[in-house]
């Protein structure tokens, strides 16, 4: 399964690129689809953030993304890294007083924000301190209105952006006029992007909404829930690191989870339950990376080792394969321990040896499986046993689900 978005420059005044602004899509076709602009920046924020490196799309430049008036006060915009984005609001959300409130919350949190299509309103007059770009659409407002604008304006920190620039006339009278930032076809029409995408299993999610829906959220069956399904692991542990804002090694998802707290597990949660689209990319894929996980687990709990790392080690191993990407940039963006890290990458140390063991049984290569299990101190017949024992715990889960 794949996530589509299309993204179109916003250039500077010597036509570099300042910027791109992301636009959902759900197909190839480089249309808005049929569907809210809620839905959109919900599945744009997971599709693009949580289940991809953001920086592969971007190239180290900032992200516009638009937000509407309900999902600002819902709190959806602090699911971002401030460095990456610039929030978007769009024109059709009432400069209330709730958004006011929240607008000045954000600035004060290091977001930069846009006011989308802007039309001179005096009733956003209060909020234009708080805000980085005012965004004129040229087919709406003349460049005279806007070049009054500006002057009337000057002693404010903004910055002002033309968009539906069409030809090189535009782009002049508007520079002229004040205007520092571009988009529009006369630069680049947006460019489509197809990734690959790994929804997560929709049963396991409402499961997940209803547990940190509890009045007290029970972290063990939290963590065995995100343990199930590895499109779900993958976007906690990139959502930590953006929200957080830091590399803090993590070693287990029940580790995630409470470095998170609840008020921020529960927002995770709402937000990939109201972008779940549909089923998985391979079950064979998933069930793999779960007899692996668990395997793993069995063997570090029989040598008495951390079993939360070696579950984790085993569920992501299949993750390069899942997402068609190289294991090293998917590691890049997810702040994982360093022993985890060196198993996915290279096989090394204890947990390495686990994992290398299990694929080994998976290969039938018995005798490599007889030498690494020496080395492990196991017997053969117990490598057979602990994989049994893991195919079974799968195949159960499986059909509970």
């Known amino acids: ?83 990456k984005v610039i929030i978007e609001i769009l024109e059709d959300a009432p400069p209330d007083d709730d958004l006011f409130a929240k607008v000045k919350q954000l600035r004060k949190l290091g977001y930069r924000l846009a006011l989308d299509d802007f039309t001179l309103s005096p009733d956003w007059e209060r909020f234009l301190p ?35 620039v069409e030809d090189q006339q535009e782009f002049e009278q508007a520079r002229k006029a004040g205007v520092q930032l571009f988009q529009g076809f006369f630069f680049s029409r947006p460019e ?66 409470v470095y998170l707290g609840n008020v921020e597990l ?10 779940t689209a549909g089923a998985g990319k391979s079950e064979e894929l998933y069930q793999m990376s779960l007899v692996r996980a668990r395997f793993c687990e069995l063997l570090a709990e029989r040598k008495r080792r951390p079993s939360a790392e070696a579950f984790m080690v085993g569920l992501f191993s299949l993750l390069d394969v899942l997402m068609e990407q190289s294991m090293p940039e998917l590691l890049y963006s997810i702040p994982l321990a360093d022993g985890i890290k060196a198993a996915l990458l290279s096989r090394r140390g204890e947990l390495g040896h686990t994992l290398k063991l299990v694929e080994l049984y998976e290969r039938a290569d018995w005798m490599a499986i007889t030498q690494l299990a020496n080395e492990l101190k196991l017997e053969e017949e117990q490598v057979s046993i602990l994989y049994r024992e893991a195919a079974q715990w799968v195949s159960a889960l499986t059909q509970a689900q």
């Not at 708080?130 to 920190?157: G, N, W, Y």
């Open 1 to 83: 399964m794949y996530s589509y978005v299309a993204r179109q420059p916003i250039l500077d005044e010597q036509q570099h690129t300042f910027a791109y602004e992301l636009l959902f899509r759900d197909s190839l076709q480089n249309v808005f689809p049929q569907v809210s602009s809620s839905e959109a920046t919900s599945r744009l924020v997971v599709e693009q953030f949580l289940q991809q490196n953001i920086d592969q799309l971007l190239g180290g430049r900032l992200g516009l993304i638009n937000f509407g008036h309900d999902l600002l006060l819902g709190g959806l915009a602090e699911c971002l890294p401030k460095e």
């Open 130 to 164: 708080h805000i980085s770009i005012i965004k004129f659409d040229l087919r709406a407002t003349p460049v005279p209105a806007i070049r009054q604008f500006i002057t009337r304006h000057r002693h404010l920190k903004l910055q002002y952006l033309a968009e539906k």
């Open 192 to 257: 489509m992007v197809k990734r690959l995408s790994l929804p997560p299993a929709k049963i396991v999610v409402m499961q997940l909404l209803q547990a940190v829906n509890e009045a007290e959220i029970n972290i063990a069956k939290v963590e065995k829930l995100l343990g199930q399904d590895v499109s779900l692991s993958l976007k906690l542990l990139r959502y930590v690191n953006f929200h957080k804002g830091t590399r803090q090694p993590i070693s287990s998802f029940r580790q995630a989870a």
């Open 266 to 275: 529960r927002r995770f949660v709402s937000l990939v339950a109201a972008s």
